[in-house]
Each structure stands twice: as C-alpha cells, then as structure tokens.
C-alpha cells in the first residue's frame, strides 16, 4: 500500500486515543495503541506488589516459624545425614571375646590367657576389689535384714549399728565409681554436642553394638548418656543425705526416692542401649560402599 494514499484522523483527546487510518481506496483500518497514563501504571505497580507481599509472607512463614517439633527433626535428619559418611571400626570388645568363648565348648586355656590379660591392668584389679566388696557388703546387709544374723548379734542395737556401717560402707563404694566414671560421661556429653566424626568414631566404640553406625544413633546415645549422668547427680544426693544426717533424723523419703532415681537411670540406660537400635545388628554393607563414595567425592 502507498504510504501517501492514506489519510490518518486522531479520535478522542487525552493520553488515550485512537488512530484511523483512512485509505483512499475506501478501507478503513484502525489501530489502538497501548497508551496507560502514569496513574494507571502505579496503580497497576501497586497491585502487583500488594499481591507478592502475601507470598512472600507465606513463605517466609513456612520457612522461619515451624514448629519446634518440626525443626528438632530436621536437625536430627542432618545430623543421621552426616553420621553415615563417618567410617565405622569394629573392635573386638571384651564382651564379645566372652560371648564368642562360651558360643562353643569351654576353652579353658583360652579362657585363662584371657583373665590374665584382663588383670594385667591395674584399673582391671581395681575394679575386681570393688566388685568383690559391693558382693560381701550386700550379702552381709541382707543377712541382716532377713535376721539369719539374729543369733550373732542379739541385740537390736548391734544390728542397727552393724547395718549403718555397711549401708555407709555401700555409699562410699558407689560413690567412689560415680566418681570415676562421671568425667567421661560428661566428656561425652560435650562430644554428644560437637558431633565432630572423631567423635562420632569414638562415642560408636562406647555404645554402638560392634562399634558401627546406627540409626539415629546420636539421639539414643544422647538418651542413654543423660540416663548414665543422672545416676551420678541421684548417688550424690544420697551420699549427702547419708554423710549429713544421723540415721535417726535421716528423711526416708528422700532418701528412698534418690536410691530409687540411681538404681532405675543405671538400669534403664543398660536396658534401653541393649534394646535400641545401638544394641542391634544392621547390614553395613551400602552405608560401607556410600562412605567410600562419599570419600571419594570429597577427594576430588
């Protein structure tokens, strides 16, 4: 079409108007140009913003303000995340060289070289003197209690005197093994808290069944090591309660309820680490071969 055949007419005034274009051959053809004011374009600005505010809204509220619940899983989910590339050792544990022993026929040589080796370490033959002492006190305290004592001392104030000496006696020794032991149960605690692998190899040794990985291990490790610490803080108490009071101003109840507290958290602690996932078996085969991936993409 020849440009100078065309006659162009404005209709409407304003910012918005239309354009015809007249032909001379009789066609008329119109075109509307998208002509928006600068009031419409804020306007429409405006809206597209007040629509994104919400979402943004929405999203920051999914992301930031779950629920605690929600947050303490995704944190152990890491946590199980990172635990399976650390390498796994499996040492042989006394317990297991007990267990393997009597799986067959008695060994007796094989059972002699091990108690020698077992008693070569001075901690060994100290624990052996405790153990056989907690054994005598024992025995001795519920002989008394049950009266097949009675012809020995006849008076009752003998045997009271006789079972404070060994309940004292008693204290003193579980003290002294809380003593022993509550520095390494703080120490994994604080490992608990780093979760460094060299932790996690080390606290696996502790408690993990052949010192390999397990499921979720570190929050039933954690259960167990504030089970194990608390039974320190309970013998504690009760041997304030017995090197403070005369037995006759003793409270009972409170002296029950800290006996009770130790004895169950020692107990519960041995129970739940043998029946949990720490105590179990599992096929380490694919967490052997994803470790060794994930070495050796961390090596590239």
Not at 32 to 43: A, D, E, G, I, M
Not at 144 to 153: D, E, K, R, S, V
Not at 168 to 185: D, V
Request: proline share 5%.
């Amino acid at each position: 079409m020849n440009p100078n055949n065309i006659q162009m007419t404005s209709v409407g005034n304003g910012e918005d108007h239309i354009i015809v274009e007249e032909p001379m051959d009789g066609q008329v053809k119109t075109h509307v140009p998208l002509n928006v004011s600068t009031s419409q374009r804020k306007l429409v600005s405006n809206e597209n913003s007040q629509s994104a505010i919400p979402e943004r809204l929405k999203s920051l509220n999914s992301d930031n303000l779950g629920s605690p619940s929600t947050k303490f899983h995704q944190i152990a989910d890491r946590r199980d995340e990172f635990s399976r590339t650390v390498p796994s050792s499996r040492p042989l544990h006394l317990r297991q060289r007990i267990t393997k022993l009597f799986s067959r026929k008695l060994d007796w040589p094989a059972i002699r070289k091990l108690c020698k080796d077992w008693f070569k370490k001075p901690l060994n033959i100290l624990l052996f003197i405790w153990i056989v002492c907690v054994a005598v006190s024992s025995v001795t305290m519920l002989l008394l209690i049950t009266g097949t004592l009675n012809h020995a001392f006849p008076k009752k104030s003998q045997r009271d005197t006789w079972n404070e000496m060994i309940n004292q006696i008693l204290n003193a020794l579980f003290t002294l093994l809380c003593l022993y032991q509550h520095p390494q149960r703080l120490s994994h605690f604080n490992l608990l808290l780093r979760w460094r692998p060299e932790d996690i190899s080390r606290l696996r040794k502790a408690y993990c069944k052949n010192g390999t990985y397990k499921p979720h291990e570190r929050t039933h490790m954690m259960v167990v090591v504030i089970l194990l610490n608390l039974n320190c803080f309970a013998q504690y108490a009760l041997c304030g309660l017995n090197w403070g009071y005369k037995r006759s101003k003793r409270p009972a109840v409170v002296v029950g309820i800290c006996l009770l507290v130790a004895v169950l958290a020692h107990a519960i602690a041995g129970v739940y680490c043998m029946h949990s996932s720490l105590g179990k078996d599992y096929d380490t085969e694919f967490n052997e071969e994803s470790q060794k991936n994930n070495c050796r993409e961390q090596q590239c």
